[in-house]
């Protein structure tokens, strides 16, 4: 299958491998996405093709995404809950509301960052922002 330059961007399902990890995972320095996947089944992920590239099934591909991207994601993921939390903790220190309630409302921060970026990531918006392209088939490089 290939992709001309004019043409739009095509869905590819992609099979990537359980064994399969990130350098950065390898080396114990990851970001924890692969905590949250399914150990040890192989699973489907939807990415897009990058214009130009000729790939079949079968195939073995490099997929990637935008740095910027990556980084937008992790502060969804990871900062929305921290802000969340701390906000509610700072909301019962300024209402001398004692150590207990600064937790509980810790807590309810963290539950209610993780729920607020649980939407915005399910937005059709995010969804196109953060799908991974196939950027290099390596059968063919072989």
């Not at 491998?17 to 996405?33: D, T």
């Not at 991207?69 to 700072?90: E, F, K, T, W």
């Amino acid at each position: 299958m290939s992709v001309g330059g004019d043409d739009p961007l095509t869905n590819i399902i992609v099979e990537v491998a359980a064994n399969v990890a990130c350098p950065r995972c390898a080396e114990g320095k990851g970001c924890g996405a692969g905590l949250l996947g399914s150990v040890g089944k192989d699973r489907q992920i939807e990415t897009t093709l990058k214009h130009g590239l000729e790939v079949r099934s079968g195939d073995t591909v490099s997929v990637a995404m935008e740095p910027r991207n990556m980084l937008l994601a992790a502060i969804i993921v990871y900062g929305y809950p921290l802000l969340s939390a701390l906000l509610g903790a700072l909301l019962a220190w300024y209402l001398n509301l004692g150590d207990l309630a600064s937790a509980l409302f810790a807590l309810s921060g963290i539950a209610m960052g993780l729920l607020i970026a649980r939407r915005r990531l399910q937005s059709a918006q995010c969804l196109r922002e953060f799908t991974p392209m196939i950027v290099e088939n390596l059968t063919a490089a072989k």
